[in-house]
């Protein structure tokens, strides 16, 4: 599987670029999937269906599967966040895994910037930094400038980079 990460501040426009990037990558026939960093606690479960009753009962891990789908809900309980080679290790093989957040991971980033979120660019000679994505060349941008409403040309782009083999 080939990693690349797209990193920026919130508000930047990693989740709707990736959600335009899912399409437009399968349209030319790569398999992909996604690995989402959260930095708060959040839910998938809803309270009172049946997973939810067996987690709030102790189960460290709850698997449910149906015809459609599987879904794996595991409590960490005070242990450490699982790294991003162990969630790697837990994901079926596909052609490419898009990664949003983890932005201090050793793997390739395309950086989603945007003025308007009032922060600055990572620096510009962040070794993991491959290329800035935004709605015009940002300023003294090192690596090359993508346009951010153009997910054809971004797919294109992460589909020529010599990113490394994980798994």
Same mark, same amino acid.
């Given at each position: 599987m080939k990693l690349i990460g797209l990193? !920026?501040?919130s508000g930047s426009g990693k989740t709707h670029l990736i959600a335009r990037l899912i399409p437009a990558l399968i349209a030319r026939g790569v398999r992909v999937s996604t690995i989402k960093h959260a930095h708060h606690t959040f839910e998938v479960?809803? $309270?009172g269906k049946d997973s939810w009753i067996h987690r709030e009962a102790g189960a460290t891990e709850v698997l449910i599967s149906s015809a459609a789908r599987m879904a794996l809900m595991r409590e960490h309980r005070g242990g450490e966040e699982p790294s991003?080679?162990?969630?790697?290790?837990?994901?079926a093989p596909v052609d490419l895994v898009l990664v949003e957040g983890f932005k201090r991971g @050793?793997?390739?980033k395309i950086e989603i910037w945007r003025e308007t979120t009032g922060k600055a660019m990572r620096p510009p000679d962040a070794p993991t930094i491959v290329a800035? @994505?935004?709605p015009s060349p940002p $300023? !003294? @941008?090192r690596v090359p400038w993508l346009d951010l409403n153009d997910e054809q040309r971004i797919a294109d782009?992460? /589909? @020529? /980079?010599p990113l490394a083999t994980v798994r």
């Open positions: 990193a !920026g501040w479960d809803k $309270p991003l080679d162990e969630l790697l290790q837990r994901m @050793a793997h390739a800035v @994505a935004a $300023p !003294g @941008a782009f992460i /589909l @020529a /980079l």
